[in-house]
């Protein structure tokens, strides 16, 4: 089965731009990623999904213009713009693999990130 | 707009069987879609634990699957885990969620708030 690489850390200034990074193994180019946002001490919340082709689907509920993602090769990429003290958040990936009995969904280690 | 709220005891026992609900509000179970139960160990990642349809078809998460059952009571609008044999390692917060749509390929949208579950005697 797929195992999802997310960087633990990342940090940006307030009004700059970071871009957080999923990263597939081997042999699962064409497998798509839903992000998720999780602020301190809440549930986490749907951000998109993304495929090699860009966004799959729509937004989750609320999430802003700002928010977008790429997807290259293994790598499933979530670009916020602009950021903001409330984009302050955990951020994890995952993905779905096999059928039936062998069905699985995976989710990355996640990725903090801090807003300076 | 869909809400979940999960509920439980927040201490169970080594070796006992853990056992949650999640209450759904604004939207009936019976019409459909993937109901998902999701957990997270302090300081850790996301496990998928299984998802189940209103039917009661359910998935479960290969390396829980010895241990987990899900359950959907339609009448009360609420769905169920229940995982036995529980150990320190069953420590988390404990997520329910909704997968809009017939198949258990979507994402979860929305969330619970969580509860978190410490297996401790």
């Known amino acids: 089965q797929p195992v999802l690489t997310q960087p633990p850390s990342a940090s940006a200034s307030l009004g700059a731009s970071v871009t957080l990074t999923c990263t597939l193994s081997s042999g699962y180019n064409n497998y798509k990623v839903d992000w998720y946002q999780q602020r301190p001490g809440k549930g986490p919340r749907f951000v998109m999904r993304?495929?090699?082709?860009?966004?799959?689907?729509s937004k989750g509920d609320g999430i802003p213009d700002r928010f977008s993602v790429l997807g290259s090769g293994l790598n499933r990429y979530l670009t916020i713009k602009n950021i903001q003290e409330e984009d302050e958040s955990d951020f994890h990936c995952g993905t779905d693999h096999g059928g039936g009995s062998n069905f699985v969904k995976v989710f990355g280690g996640g990725t903090k990130l801090t807003v300076l | 707009q869909v809400q979940l709220q999960e509920s439980g005891p927040g201490l169970v026992k080594p070796s006992e069987t853990l056992s949650l609900t999640c209450t759904v509000s604004?939207?009936?179970?019976?019409?459909?879609?993937?109901w998902g139960w999701i957990r997270q160990p302090p300081g850790k990642g996301l496990e998928w634990i299984g998802s189940i349809y209103h039917s009661g078809n359910t998935y479960y998460n290969p390396s829980l699957r010895s241990r987990v059952t899900l359950s959907v009571d339609t009448s009360k609008n609420q769905f169920s885990l229940k995982l036995s044999s529980v150990t320190a390692a069953d420590t988390a917060v404990y997520y329910c969620?909704?997968?809009?749509?017939?198949?258990?390929?979507?994402?979860?949208?929305?969330w619970g708030q969580g509860t978190l579950v410490t297996v401790s005697s």
């Open positions: 969620a909704s997968q809009v749509g017939t198949t258990v390929l979507n994402w979860f949208d929305p």
């Open positions: 993304v495929g090699t082709g860009g966004i799959v689907g």
């Open positions: 604004g939207y009936s179970i019976s019409s459909g879609y993937y």
